[in-house]
């Protein structure tokens, strides 16, 4: 291990190193090579081993789901004086398209004529697909127009992808019309894949046009195939009509079509779903007739279902299967018996079924973590629920900002705010963020405990951590305070809603007539603040000015804040120490202290 301290690999340093990981258009796309640090193949037009080898990686990184890695390796090209091929360029397109980011598609075509490269139906394919990714279909048809304009052709794999665009946008009659326009203008041939695209994009909306375009499919001499087939048993299956995409099974034989594992899998939770176990456990029998044998996803699929119909002994017959066909349990079959288990307040069984699986040699997830958690939360254990927070780092797994607000939300509702703040700072200190649903649990809590003024403080919290307050947080805040009786606090807390909608209506207005201003409003939480409580001005989003900016800057509230000598921040804790003198909950505010 001594031996890699201090050393960073290649990729490391493409990645750390870029300056566009964080920005939608790679600076690359419209940069030069740089001059006097060119690579002598590239500019020589011969095969550059270098631009290859990471061309390679960037697709690599694409198909593992980490595109917003590629734009760092591209950048890296051109600075160590390469020149990207149009391959290169197409997998930066299909980066592109990963993160649904299309602003910067039009400057990379530029760019690669530019560079004296023609575009090809695979580059401009790529381009037509980020946009319908996007779901930017004019986008699309803006690019299929070029393609023609630049004399390429368009191919049956354009025509796939503009289709399955309509499609995820919910638009199967405009595939439709696309499909007989590109035939007859463009002389686009169909294939298989055209008319299962078109088959999935009409089974979502209307199943007899679905069943229409398989006639067409036939029409023009193509076989439907498996993937046709469960298509439509998936939609006979999610409208409730499970019984039917069983019968497709007979419609599939006699077209010498046989099903797999993914058909019965959609039969099975269909069944399952529609809370039907006893035909969802025959069709499992019914699977060695077909010479399909069940898989794991099958096996964990019947017993959710079972779970969820409270038949223990189905469970127990599945699990014997399971046995029979020689498949193993993994951590999903166990973490939804436990699921089960603690939604039913058995948490002994639950602890046992987690142990079954530590004894199995199968590592627990964060899933099966939180729901033990959620378990001792539900049944007032939250002892044993926090110190899940520990046991977890035995098997590498580390706490999510889920779990810790599960377990704050337990001592919320048992009226120990000083133990739920104690696992609030135990998250931020473990370099958690918390949510805005981590805040309002809080902000509930300091409610039911009669502190209105520690909920209010929360809103510094999440102001300083990011965290924008929505309408609802700001009514909890206001309920807070209703709980105690002090309706002129709950008045000024809401009106800060009234006057945010006020001032949103107001910079609408400056939008419409294109005179709209960045926002400039006192930085509250500046540690020299003055004594008015006013820092030094900031620019901020205008989303976030629903916070603690409207409640405290309040006209009745102002000279209450001057009074205490201290800025806005000291403004709360000043009204702690009111309420602390006026003995209405003295008890409970034995932390008060100014921060300065």
Known sequence: MEKHIGKTSKREKWVRASPTMDKVCPTSVTDDVPAGNSCSACTGNQSCHTVISRTKLMTKLVKRGKPQEVFAIFDSLSAEGHRPTLVTYTTLLAALAAQKKIRSIPSLISK?????????????????????????????????????????????????????????????????????????????????????????????????????????????????????????????????????????????????????????????????????????????????????????????????????????????????????????????????????????????????????????????????????????????????????????????????????TTIISGWCSAGKMEYAMRVYDNMCGMGISPNLKTYETLIWGYGEYRQPWKAEELLLAMEENGVIPEENTIRLVADTWRSIGLIDEVNRVMDSIKNDRNFTENVNDEDLDGNSKPISTPRLLSPDSNATGIGTPQVVPRESRLSIRNISARSSVVPFSNRCGFGLRQFIVCRMQLFSKSQMSGQLVHSCKAVI
Request: contains cysteine; charged residues 20%.
């Open 112 to 404: 690669v004529e530019e560079t004296g490269m023609k575009p090809d139906s695979i580059f401009l394919n790529a381009a037509i697909n980020a946009y319908c990714e996007a779901g930017d279909m004019k986008g699309a048809m803006k690019i299929l127009s070029k393609m023609k304009q630049i004399g390429c052709k368009p191919t049956t794999s354009t025509l796939n992808t503009l289709i399955k665009g309509y499609g995820l946008i919910g638009k199967p009659d405009k595939s439709l019309k696309l499909l007989e326009v590109m035939t007859e203008e463009d002389n686009v041939k169909p294939n298989d894949m055209t008319y299962n695209i078109l088959v999935r994009a009409w089974s979502k909306k209307n199943i007899s046009q679905a069943w229409n375009i398989v006639y067409k499919m036939v029409a023009s001499g193509l076989q439907p195939d498996v993937v046709t087939y469960n298509t439509l048993a998936r939609a006979y299956a999610q409208g409730g009509e499970t019984s039917r995409a069983e019968a497709m099974i007979h419609e599939m034989q006699k077209n010498r079509v046989e099903p797999n594992e993914r058909t019965c899998g959609i039969i099975i939770n269909g069944y399952c779903s529609e809370g039907n176990m006893n035909y969802a456990l025959r069709f499992l029998y019914r699977m060695r007739d077909l010479g399909v044998l069940p898989n794991l996803v099958i096996f964990n699929t019947l017993i959710k279902g079972f779970l969820d119909t409270m038949d223990t002994d189905g469970v127990d017959e599945v699990l014997t299967l399971m046995k029979q066909f020689g498949v193993k349990p993994d951590v999903v079959t166990f973490s939804t018996v436990m699921n089960a288990w603690s939604s039913a307040g058995l948490m002994d069984k639950c602890q046992d079924t987690f142990n079954e699986m530590e004894n199995s040699g199968i590592k627990p997830d964060i899933q099966a973590f939180s729901i033990l958690a959620k378990g001792y939360v539900r049944a007032g254990e939250l002892e044993k629920a926090e110190s899940l927070l520990t046991a977890m780092s035995k098997y590498a797994v580390y706490p999510n900002v889920v779990i810790f």
